[in-house]
């Protein structure tokens, strides 16, 4: 980590569905500790490029990448590296709330300690507390934690999600449109959580939420067509964007 | 409301009336048989009942008394047996045809399965008179290994409906956990999908207890208790088979004792099913 101001670094990165080239020569610094957002109309390439960032891309039968993605300066695509442990260390929160099926809350947070190998209960009673508490549940449910993590409501459920991600404590969090799927109040809590991680973690967020991008982000990138446009400070793009595109994006005049 | 309009809502209200009867009368006729079978099992069955018939053995000809003991015991180890055969490849050929898609025969199997219930059940006892009874002569493994077969494609077919409703997402949440793929499979997706699997497992059980052909034809005649695998057991939907057309009155009772047990054991493991689909976690 030392002697990287970035947590990743993408380079000349492409990535392919099949044949079908749909993320092309990526370059971008991704900063620690701060929240970076990935807008652009639907379609164009943010969810494959955030899951280029934790070998989720490759997953799916067909999937390719080229370039590299340099993560605390080492490149997780080299050959050496086990995509496993690299999404050990970065932790990802989907689009849709995805608690696990039949599992209780308790266990939805502990599970990912279980199968990594922690037995011992105190630990796991430690963890399950810190990350429900990180992820602003803790109150909420700490009550009744074997009921299902499926009862849950909408907004609880992701916030399970955060908190089942942060308890195997990874480095960097990559969320998905973690709110499009709840409503305006369970939205704020996410957000304020957001602003939360980010004095721990480097946390990437997509969204086509442009307010969203806005409020909550410190580093915005703008993709379109599977390219990225512009990226810098969200201020900055907001109220002096560069490109004549971006500018059309965020005044709303396309996508 | 015009007159028009009237006489088109009394037309409806009409006719839904009339459906709504048809629909009540249509579920009384089906109710009729289930409730008359089981009303004649339990008046026939019950006052021959006690616990001297449940752990007696078959008796001779001319012999007062005996019971189905035997019988209970030989048919819950035939299951037992059937089970052990046919559970673990109707589950893990679930998983194969649900996890690994990219494998290259699953179409095949996928095929084979469906033929394979779609079978008349005698047609899969002969089969197993070929190839067991003939080899080790008429035994409980012929007959318990023709019950496995009979197994095998509902519980296949259950346990890959099963591990496909549990959404991509679910598995993709695991991966992104670091949890590797096949503890993914076995601690997650599994779980997810254990009530419909289990509901599967018991449902072949209970379609197995009552089978009676391809016992017919494998089992063979046996009165005493169990007394190896290469032997036959004594079975309960052979009883009734047996003792129904036996001109004796003591053993024409006990095919309706064996005919109310069966009935239980049928019951409970559907008591067991719905206790099963009403689990806490949803
Ligand atoms: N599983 C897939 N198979 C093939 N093409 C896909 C798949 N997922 C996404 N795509 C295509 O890749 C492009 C980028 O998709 P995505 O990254 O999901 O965009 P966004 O998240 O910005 O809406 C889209 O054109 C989409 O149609
Ligand atoms: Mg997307």
């Keep these: ?255 | 409301m015009r007159g028009s309009e009237m006489y088109h809502y009394r037309m409806r209200r009409l006719v839904d009336d009339l459906m709504r009867v048809l629909v009540w009368l249509a579920l009384v006729v089906a109710l009729i048989p289930l409730f008359s079978i089981l009303g004649e099992v339990f008046s026939k069955g019950v006052p021959h009942l006690n616990v001297d018939v449940l752990i007696s053995p078959m008796p001779t000809v001319g012999e007062q008394g005996g019971g189905i003991g035997n019988a209970i015991q030989g048919t819950l180890i035939t299951i037992f047996l059937a089970s052990i055969m046919g559970v673990p490849l109707g589950v893990l050929s679930g998983i194969l045809l649900s996890e690994y898609g990219e494998f290259k025969l699953s179409s095949a199997v996928r095929f084979f399965n469906d033929v394979l219930s779609g079978f008349p059940s005698i047609v899969i006892g002969i089969f197993s008179y070929t190839v067991i009874v003939t080899s080790i002569g008429f035994s409980v493994m012929a007959a318990a290994f023709a019950l496995a077969i009979i197994m095998v494609p509902i519980i296949t077919r259950t346990t890959e409906e099963a591990l496909k409703i549990v959404p991509l997402t679910v598995r993709e949440a695991a991966l992104a956990l670091g949890i590797p793929r096949w503890k993914t499979l076995i601690y997650i997706v599994i779980r997810g999908a254990k009530r419909g699997i289990v509901t599967g497992i018991l449902l072949a059980i209970a379609r197995v207890a009552g089978e009676s052909a391809p016992i017919l034809i494998t089992m063979g005649y046996w009165r005493w208790w169990f007394s190896g695998l290469n032997k036959p057991v004594a079975n309960l939907a052979l009883n009734i088979y047996l003792f129904a057309i036996s001109p004796f009155d003591n053993w024409r009772n006990l095919a309706w004792v064996s005919a109310l047990t069966l009935t239980a054991m049928i019951l409970i493991i559907n008591v067991f099913l719905r206790i099963f689909t009403k689990e806490k976690y949803i």
């Design chain 1, 1 to 255: 980590m030392m002697g990287h101001p970035y947590k990743f670094e993408v380079e000349k990165l492409d990535a392919y569905f099949g044949a079908r080239k749909v993320l092309s020569n990526i370059n971008m610094k991704i900063r620690d500790k701060a929240v970076t957002a990935i807008i652009g109309p639907s379609g164009c390439g943010k969810t494959t490029l955030l899951r280029c960032l934790n070998r989720m891309h490759e997953i799916i039968p067909g999937a390719r990448v080229h370039g590299k993605v340099l993560f605390n300066g080492v490149n997780i695509y080299d050959d050496e590296i086990d995509p496993v442990t690299i999404r050990r260390k970065i932790g990802m929160v989907f689009q849709k709330p995805n608690p696990f099926p039949m599992m209780s809350i308790y266990d939805n947070v502990a599970i990912g300690l279980k199968l990594n190998g922690v037995r011992e209960r105190k630990k796991l009673d430690s963890a399950v507390e810190r990350a429900l508490k990180m992820a602003n549940l803790w109150d909420e449910v700490k009550n009744d934690l074997q009921r299902s993590g499926a009862s849950l409501s909408g907004g609880q459920q992701q916030r399970l999600c955060i908190a089942r991600a942060l308890a195997v404590e990874p480095e960097a969090i990559l969320m998905d449109e973690p709110c499009s799927a709840l409503d305006p109040i369970a939205t704020e809590k996410i957000e304020s959580l957001i602003r939360n991680l980010a004095e721990e973690y480097a946390v990437i967020i997509v969204t086509h939420n442009m307010q969203q991008a806005a409020r909550v982000s410190d580093f915005t990138a703008f993709l379109y067509l599977g390219e990225l446009i512009e990226y810098g400070s969200t201020r900055e793009l907001f109220e002096n964007p560069k490109n004549p595109l971006t500018e059309k994006y965020i005044t709303g005049r396309f996508g």
